[in-house]
Structure formats: C-alpha cells, structure tokens
C-alpha cells in the first residue's frame, strides 16, 4: 500500500481534512473522544431510526414497576354521573348501592322540613289564614279578598235604557248609572239587587227657566223671522243730514229725526194765528192750545214729582222730563236684589228696569248620605223648607263599632263578646277584646316532640301554643310481632309468637303442655307402655292392623287376633303371613244363569235382576259376569268383560261389591251388589245406590231387561 499513491479524505463541513497518508498518531488522534459517545450494540437489539429524547426516557423513567393502564372503576361510590338529563332534572337515587337516575323532583322526593329549618321563609310562613289581625288573608272562590279586608269598591258603568223595564233588567252594581231617555231622567244604583225599582235613586237637576227660544231649544240660533222680524229691512237710522235731504231710501227714521227736519225746514208759523181742533184741547188755536198744554204738562209734572216723593226720593214739578225719568229710575236704584234673587218666574224692579227672578224653585229636596264623609251639595235656588237630609250610613251598626266606642249616636259591641285574656293570645300576637288591644302572652313551643319507650310511660305537654307539627311517639323498646302472643294485638302490633306452631292436643303427649298459634294446649295423646290388640281391616294380598292413637316408645306391638286365620282355612299350597294353608276345596264348576229385569223405567232409584240357582254344596264361592250398559251423569258402565261380581254363602260372602262409581260432576254415586237367599234359592243382583249417596242417582241407557251370563264356583264343606 505504501508504494501506491492513495489519498483518503473526510467532508468536514464544506471542506475536506486529509485522512491518509497521515501518520498512525494522527489517524488516532480524536478517535478515543468519538469511540466513547458511540452506542454499544446489544445481542438482539438494533438501532431504531425514531428519535428517543431525554424527556421521553424520563416519562418512562417514573412509571411505577407493574404499573399498568388505569381503567376507572364501577363500584358503588365509583361511578360516573350518568348520560342524559334534561332542563328541570335533577340526580335521583337509582335504586341500588352507587346508582343514580335522572328525573323530575317531585314531592316524594323533598322531606317534610320544619319552619324553623327554613332560614328566609319569612314571617308570613308561620302564619295562619284568615281575616283576623296577625292572619294571611287569601283569595276566595270568586278571586276576591274578604270585604273585612279589603271593602268592595264599585266602578260606576252608565248606562241608557228606554224604560223602567229595561233599568231593572241591568247587570248593574252599587255605583253604575243608568239614563232613561223615555223621561229624561237619571238614576244611580244605591244598593243591589238592580231588579228593585226601590234601589235606584234619581238624580236631580236645577230646573231652567228658559225651557224653549222661539220654539227652539238645544244651541238656540235666531234669525229676525223667529221674533217676527221677517218683513223688516236691516237698515240703520238716518243721519241728520240724510233726514233733512230727504233723499235716503235705506235708512229708518226717528221721531227725534223727523221732529227735527220738520223744525229744520218748515217756517215758523204764529202760534196764535194757527187755529187748533182737537178733543184733547179746549182751545182753538195752537198758542192756547200750547198754553194750556203746558199747564197740563205743568201739572202732570207735580203730580209725578209728589209720586216719586212719595217713593223717597225728592222731586218738584220744576224738574224737567229728564230729571223726573232719572228719578222715577232712582226710586229702584237702592234695591239690590239680582234676577237670582227672585223666584223664578216672579218680577220685579231693581234699578229702574223691571226683571224677570231666575231662582230656581226647588220645592222639597230630599238626600240619604250613607258613607263617612258624603256630601250633598243643596241645589242652589228655593227650598219649601219640608226636604230633608238624612244620614243611613251603610254598614253602621253597634256589630260595626269597637266595643266602648259612640259613633253617630250608635254604641259599639263588636269586640264585646270576645273573652280570651293575653296568656290565652300567642305570646307577640295582638288581638281586641272588648274594645282593647290586648298583646299575647302565650309562650310559643311550637313544634315539641316526645318518644315514650317504657309502657305506662307520660309526657307533659308544656303549657302554651303548639304549632300542630309536634309529636309524642309511642315506641315501645322491644314491641314487635314476635315477641307478642299470636292472635293478640298489642299497641297496633299483631304478635306471631307462636303463630307458626301446628301441633294439636293429640299430637302432644298427654300431661303436657305447649304454646300453639298463641294458646296454651294440654297434651291427649296416650302413651302406650304394653302390647295390646288392634282392630284389623284387609284387601287380598294385604292385612291392615290399625294401632291406637298415641305416643308409642318402640318396644310396644300391635297385634290382631282371629280364629279363622288358621292352615285349615288357607287353600293348600298357599302361604299366608307365615301361615301354610292345608286346606282343598272339595269341588269346582261352572253353570249358566239368566237375570231377568223386576221393574221397568230408566230413572228408578234402585234395578234389581233376580236367577233362581242351586248351589253345589252349602258352602260356596261364585263369580260371574254383567254385560249390561247405563249410564249415570257422564260415566258410562259397559258390563263385561270390563267387571265381575263375586257371591257366595254363608257368613260375610252374603255379599258381594262388584262395582262401586262415583261421578263428581254430578255429585252421584252407584254400587252394583250381589245377594244369595238360600230360602229362596235365588241370586239377586242390584243395581242402585249406597245408602249415603246424595243425591240419589238416575238412570239412563238401560240396555236390556234381561241377560244370561256364566257362573264359575268353588264349593267346600
């Protein structure tokens, strides 16, 4: 390799450091600082391309050992509030250990709290209902409060009717007001009901003076036609100058006028050249004529002026026309009556003009006031001096008034009968007693509560109102239904002490005694301490012994005892409870036989068939066969070969149940029995019912009136 000319070199950034030839030192040198950040390469491991940070290995780093994925638990305590829920929800118990359900919150859901527990309940809490001082008043079925709270207030509504009819058909209260346009009149309501014509009370109005203006009436506007005036020009009066020229024919003229264009323009004549004929004078000629006018004037003046004397005021015939007017004017001029101080219709002088009096004449004006502070308000004009007004205050009764109290001449009792005394009144609580203002002094305990443990145990309510939320518990230590005789109640509990015992007197030994469903019971049943005999029943193949009833230790037997059960009595070859039977019957057989029907009908109470037969020995034993068909209620008999009846003689052989039904359905019973009568030689075969059978059975289907069947037997000495 020396003798080659080779070059390595190393990208340091953009530049490059030559690696060889160098000597071995500098190959080496910085190798030793790089091998030590180099990573080792472990047996199974390799380098993994994802960046492994100091942060990643710490997180690692403080994980527990065995430490594993937290999976929140489900136990009871444990559990997350439930998915759901709904405005006006809430979390309610779910019905198991740690279970919630959401739902409305109902009353069940809230415990009985007392008032005390509330903290901003507010003193109307406490309170009672009712009208009385210290009580909240609540609304009545119609949404009104009490009148003693709050008095009825009437909102007058007016109304226009056409008759009296009409008014007292109004759906009206105290206050309203109805118009009658038929008179002109108004009426307001005084007291209900609206349908008495005596609780409307008329409301009455100045009469006018002035009823109609030239037949008008209402807003009166005149025209000249509606005083007569229709043919007349509205022309002014003429000026001097219009009445001296003679010319004007649109104006009016005066007297005044025209006395002064005629001195205007006529000549003044001689007086006593001017001759004068007229009744009103006795002279002839104007100037004694004139003459003896003024004396006529003359004394007509003296005359009013004595008159006007006469009237108070000073007057001489010297004083002119103008003067004496002013004066007879004058003689009124110191009264000081107004048109509205004359009865209406009535005239009079004030002022030296005469007047027509405008003061309305009432007549007799009556009123009834009957609220505190109500005005009437006299019409104004005149009164005859008979109408009155009188007080009927509504309500102002003696009941009304505080006892002690004058009102109006009325005295009071309301309060008067109440007799309760302030220990009697809740202790802060104000109440009236006979006029008084009495404050309680009842101590308030308001909700006390006691429990009573032991019987004949008490407790003393303390004196003082109650609030009716306090209670005395009876909770007797240890009373519960089994520690209570059965069949006995005791403070509301019904015992089972011994309730679940069984045991009858027979069933416990006689001398003792026991408990049973809360009875005492004296043991009956015997004790058995000898061997004694028992009666016996059977069936073949099987022997009944019945032991007396009774206690029995073990060692006792039972035993039955019969002659007959002897090897003479058992068929040779047979072994019988121990016993080997020796005896052989003497002879076997068969023969036939015909039953004939004695009676006829379906529906008898009992259906005999009789076969005469001569039995082979005196003793003997028989079995034979029925084939006949009926029916009682649903269960049907067919007869052979389905049953065979067995008869025999003598002893108990007599005898012989073939059959026995029952059908429950008709609550009826049937045997069929067999009898031999050795007087007659006769079989009887019966068919009917058992003496206790009820109710007796009927018959149907009876399917032959006579049958013949075979008899097997076996006959002996």
Do not use: C
């Amino acid at each position: 390799m020396s003798s080659k000319n080779i070059q390595i070199r190393h990208k340091n950034g953009s530049e490059w450091d030559n690696l060889y030839p160098k000597t071995k030192a500098e190959l080496v040198e910085g190798l030793d600082e790089q091998l030590a950040g180099k990573v080792d390469k472990e047996e199974g491991k390799g380098l993994s391309t994802e960046d492994y940070t100091t942060e990643e290995k710490n997180k690692l780093a403080g994980i527990e050992e065995g430490a594993n994925k937290y999976v929140h638990p489900t136990s009871a305590g444990n559990k997350h509030i439930p998915s759901g829920g709904a405005p006006n929800q809430v979390l309610k118990y779910g019905g198991s250990s740690g279970t919630a359900t959401w739902g409305a919150l109902t009353s069940a859901d809230i415990p009985t709290l007392a008032l005390s527990k509330i903290s901003d309940a507010g003193t109307a809490a406490s309170r009672d209902i009712g009208t009385s001082a210290g009580n909240v008043p609540v609304l009545d079925s119609n949404g009104k409060l009490d009148v003693n709270v709050l008095p009825a207030i009437a909102i007058s509504d007016t109304f226009v009717v056409g008759s009296e009819g009409e008014m007292l058909g109004l759906t009206a209260e105290v206050g309203d007001i109805a118009v009658r346009s038929d008179i002109n009149k108004t009426f307001i309501l005084r007291a209900e009901p609206a349908s008495v014509v005596g609780n409307w009370q008329e409301l009455l109005t100045p009469t006018s003076p002035v009823q109609s203006v030239a037949g008008k009436t209402g807003a009166v506007t005149l025209v000249k036609g509606d005083v007569g005036l229709g043919n007349v020009q509205n022309y002014g009066i003429a000026t001097q100058e219009e009445a001296e020229a003679g010319t004007s024919d649109t104006a009016y003229m005066t007297p005044l006028k025209t006395a002064q264009a005629i001195a205007a323009l006529a000549p003044a004549p001689d007086a006593s050249e001017v001759s004068l004929s007229s009744p009103n004078f006795t002279s002839t000629n104007v100037q004694d004529g004139m003459d003896e006018l003024f004396q006529s004037v003359s004394d007509g003046k003296n005359q009013i002026a004595s008159a006007i004397t006469d009237m108070g005021q000073s007057a001489s015939g010297g004083d002119t026309f103008a003067q004496l007017s002013s004066k007879i004017r004058d003689i009124s001029k110191d009264a000081n009556a107004a048109v509205g101080d004359v009865l209406t219709g009535k005239t009079f002088y004030q002022g030296g003009v005469k007047r027509t009096g405008t003061m309305p004449n009432n007549g007799s004006v009556s009123q009834t006031l009957t609220s505190q502070g109500e005005e009437y308000t006299i019409p104004e004009g005149y009164h005859d001096g008979t109408g009155t007004v009188t007080t009927d205050i509504v309500n102002l009764s003696a009941g009304n008034i505080r006892a002690g109290a004058t009102v109006g001449g009325v005295d009071g009792t309301f309060t008067s009968d109440a007799t309760a005394t302030a220990g009697q009144i809740l202790s802060g609580r104000t109440a009236y007693v006979n006029g008084s203002k009495v404050t309680g002094s009842m101590i308030n305990n308001g909700a006390v509560s006691q429990t009573l443990t032991t019987q004949g145990a008490s407790y003393t309510i303390p004196a003082g109102y109650h609030n009716g939320s306090g209670t005395v518990t009876a909770n007797i230590t240890n009373l519960t239904a089994a520690n209570i005789k059965a069949g006995t109640t005791v403070g509301g509990v019904s015992g089972t002490f011994t309730s679940d015992a069984t045991a009858t007197a027979a069933q416990i030994l006689s001398g003792r005694t026991a408990y049973v469903n809360g009875s005492k019971v004296t043991g009956t049943m015997p004790v058995k301490t000898n061997d004694y005999g028992a009666p016996r029943t059977g069936q073949p193949g099987r022997l009944y012994v019945t032991p007396e009833a009774g206690y029995h230790d073990g060692t006792v037997r039972v035993y039955t005892d019969d002659g007959n059960f002897a090897p003479a009595n058992i068929k040779s070859g047979v072994t019988m409870f121990g016993i080997t039977g020796t005896y052989a019957p003497i002879s076997t057989g068969s023969t036939t036989l015909t039953f004939n029907r004695s009676g006829s009908g379906d529906n008898v109470s009992s259906i005999i068939y009789q076969a005469d037969y001569i039995p082979p020995k005196t003793n003997f034993l028989g079995s034979f066969q029925i084939p006949v068909t009926f029916k009682i209620g649903n269960i049907e008999y067919k007869g052979s070969p389905f049953n065979s009846i067995t008869v025999g003689y003598p002893t108990n052989l007599t005898f012989g149940y073939g059959l026995y039904i029952v059908d429950p359905t008709v609550n009826a019973e049937i045997q069929i029995s067999a009898i031999y009568n050795s007087s007659t030689g006769r079989i009887q075969l019966q068919i009917g019912n058992p003496s206790s059978a009820n109710p007796k059975a009927l018959f149907t289907n009876i399917s032959t009136n006579s049958f013949t069947t075979g008899l097997r037997y076996v006959s002996w000495e």
